[in-house]
């Protein structure tokens, strides 16, 4: 059902990473009296491909063969059954920003498979992380939860741009404060929150499952998502808003479920290309795949001229 291994691992971290994906749980405690600012990024050397070097905390995030986002087709399965989902509405909420998001702390109670699971937050991904059936969206949310065994569940909501300038009006509250937490480290208040529609949607909607990884540092493996299959409504204004803070926030989509981690082909191609040649002096060079090279070329050729596939 649900990954518990989670718990065994994210404690030995939750000193060396701050403000990622699942913060606000027991992992990842939100700081007293202050916003804490998110220590990875999105851009060069901060960004995805060097997350692994920002800590050796991070190595799943370069080896690990289970890994967060995907692209999600036929292959993942549909949820089992209907979430239930309690949140009350507020007349505002907490609102910050991460640095690399924008948070909003609520809370409430999703029940799925007999476990209940308590909401921490939510917080805002631009463009999506998620891409269904290869199409990505403008913008992506994710309610993060976290059970008294400590297990994760992250329900995950695509939302498209209308052309008729429809949205979801709850997005249209967050940002009402926008404009003061345009600056990593600060805080604000939401508009008036209405959770009505989006729990209506998450309980009647078709959502795919599986088992996945943190989509930031430290990329560990655990994490139960529920990804909405058809996006909520955004209009162009909203979007725009928010954007224009985040900037952009999305981990690149990994590899299927099980299969080599991105980064450690692109490590064996490296490998290949610097210490490896498959012909000759003087011949024509072979194209090889990804594959072969990950399953052949597994260290340094003693001798470049010796070597063959």
Known sequence: MFAVSLSLVLATFASSV?????????????AEGKVEVSKFGYTGLQGPLNWAALDSANSACRMSKVQSPIVIDD??????SAPKVVVENVEEAEFENLGTTLEVVVSGTTTYEGIEFGLKQFHIHTPSEHRIKDEYFPLEIHMVHQAADESIAVIAIPFQLTEDGSTTELLTSVVENLSKVTEPGTSTTTGPLDFGPLIQAIETRPLFQYSGSLTTPPCK???TFLVMEE???LNVKTYNALKAVIKFNARYSQNKLGDVNLLTVANEHAKFQDGCTQSTPGSKMEMVSMEKVVNHCTG?????SLHRW
């Open 300 to 304: 340094m050729c003693k001798d470049k």
């Open 221 to 223: 493996e655990g994490l």
């Open 75 to 80: 292959s993942v399965p549909k949820a089992k």
């Open 231 to 233: 996006p909520l409504a």
């Open 18 to 30: 701050s403000a990622n994906c699942v913060h606000g749980t027991s992992f990842f405690p939100r």
